[in-house]
């Protein structure tokens, strides 16, 4: 009798599986035709980056946009929307940079753009003899003997034999966030840096860059990754080949901007958030349409399909448009200033900051259990794209909330080509595929779902 009794539990539990299981197939099928039929992602996009553009932070752009994203996000009707005062920095390029080499065979115009950070040439050309390195110890062992005076020219490629190209990317950064440091400290007068692009075009790449107290400011750009094939077959044949460069660019002082902050309380557990989030600012040369103003137009479309819908999750959901990711993290760092003092339970945090490409996967910083309770939904995501959720990398600006215990998410689209833009000026909303983007919202929307659902 006891057997028999154990029998009719089990059957009961796997048929109460099931049914579950169904009705969470169902309710995220509803979230994803809502996002593929009504979507207004795509349509604030092109808003963003075309009449708005460019958005370095401290700029009129980064304003305009924050201006843009609360009056949007306030008239969606959420439960709140507010801003978070944050103090940026405030670089700007100036007039458009000018670089050319000169050797044996002539004058040579390339195409560079100065690194986000950098030192300006005074509104006049500075040159010098280049010397070719692959690495900061080639660099060191060359010595300030053959570096002195000199322009370093860093030509470290991307790594092609990495599969996932953010590890090609993190393999190769050092070079333009550091390089200038490590040539100054041997007396170099610039650095020329090798874009980190996946093609071999004329589009150099801007990014973020560093000094150090103590350690000269010399002039740091980028040359595109075909001029840097150029000059490095140029200096083979003649090692007196010298660098010429003008570069407008300079650091005025720190303003003040703002995240913007949006969200719908959850109806049985309101104190425990998930957050879904991208940055609001973007480089100036292009108009940030992938990096990232996909991240939150995807971002705030998460919201208003629950409200669409009339799903009212039984967790908070909060949408954050971070500000200055690109060129000092100050939006990802007062949030979870704010979050700590304010003793908020963040339980989850999910960036999308790679591209409005094809969704694949979602990676997390979660421990094993969560990370396990995560996979057993994707089998319910697989159908629309999501391959795996796996261990990895979180994002930038949800970065400072790990300190607090807060499981990390990033959606992870498909990147082979995200770095052939990547802080160019051809990162533009004609870039972008209304369908990739569409598909990458209802994903991040469906695990949001699940989320708030069950918990981790």
Not at 218 to 231: K, N, R, V
Not at 289 to 302: I, K, P, Y
Not at 328 to 351: D, M, P, Q, S, V
Request: proline residues 3%; contains cysteine.
């Amino acid at each position: 009798m006891k057997i028999k009794r154990l029998y009719i539990l089990a059957f009961f539990f796997s048929s109460f599986v099931v049914a579950n299981a169904q009705n969470d197939s169902l309710n995220i099928r509803s979230i994803v035709n809502q996002t593929l039929s009504n979507s207004v992602c795509y349509s604030r996009l092109d808003y963003l980056s075309n009449s708005i553009g460019g958005r370095l932070s401290g700029s009129p752009q980064a304003e305009q946009a924050v201006v843009w994203a609360q009056k949007t996000l306030k008239e969606d009707g959420f439960d709140s929307v507010w801003l978070q005062e944050v103090i940026v920095p405030h670089w700007v390029r100036g007039a458009k940079e000018e670089g050319f080499f000169t050797g044996k065979s002539g004058k040579t115009k390339v195409a560079i753009c100065a690194l986000g950070g950098s030192v300006g040439t005074n509104q006049k050309f500075i040159s010098g003899n280049v010397v070719e390195v692959k690495d900061f110890n080639q660099l060191k062992n060359l010595g300030e003997a053959i570096i002195k005076g000199k322009i370093v020219f860093f030509n470290r490629p991307m790594d092609p034999l990495f599969i996932e190209t953010f590890d090609a990317y993190s393999h190769a950064v050092d070079q333009r966030s550091m390089g200038a440091i490590e040539a100054a400290k041997l007396g170099a007068i610039a650095v020329l840096v090798r874009s980190m692009g996946s093609n071999v075009d004329k589009n150099p790449h801007t990014g973020a860059m560093r000094y150090l107290d103590g350690v000269s400011k010399i002039p740091a750009c980028a040359i595109s990754t075909y001029d840097a094939e150029l000059l490095s077959g140029k200096l083979k044949q003649d090692n007196q080949t010298t660098f010429s460069l003008k570069m407008s660019c300079e650091t005025l002082p720190d303003v003040i901007s703002y995240n913007v902050v949006a969200q719908i309380l959850g109806s049985e557990k309101p104190d425990e958030i998930i957050l879904v989030g991208g940055h609001l600012d973007s480089w100036d040369n292009g108009d940030g349409s992938h990096d990232d103003g996909a991240g939150c137009v995807q971002s705030m479309e998460v919201l208003h399909t629950f409200k669409t819908l009339g799903i009212r999750p039984k967790r908070t959901i909060r949408c954050v448009l971070f500000m200055n990711e690109e060129n000092g993290l100050k939006g990802g760092l007062k949030y979870a200033e704010l979050a700590k003092a304010n003793f908020e339970k963040h339980i989850a945090a999910i960036e999308t900051d790679a591209g409005g490409f094809t969704p694949r996967k979602f990676s997390t910083t979660a421990s094993d259990s969560s990370l396990f309770a995560m996979q057993k939904w994707e089998p319910l995501l697989k159908q629309y794209g999501i391959e795996e959720i796996s261990q990895g990398h979180g994002g930038a600006d949800i970065g400072p909330l790990k300190n607090q215990g807060v499981v990390l998410i990033g959606f992870g689209p498909d990147s082979q080509r995200y770095f052939d833009i990547h802080h160019t000026a051809v990162d533009t909303f004609d870039k972008v595929s209304k369908r990739e983007l569409e598909l990458g919202a209802a994903n991040i929307a469906a695990l949001v779902w699940l989320i708030s659902e069950y918990g981790l």
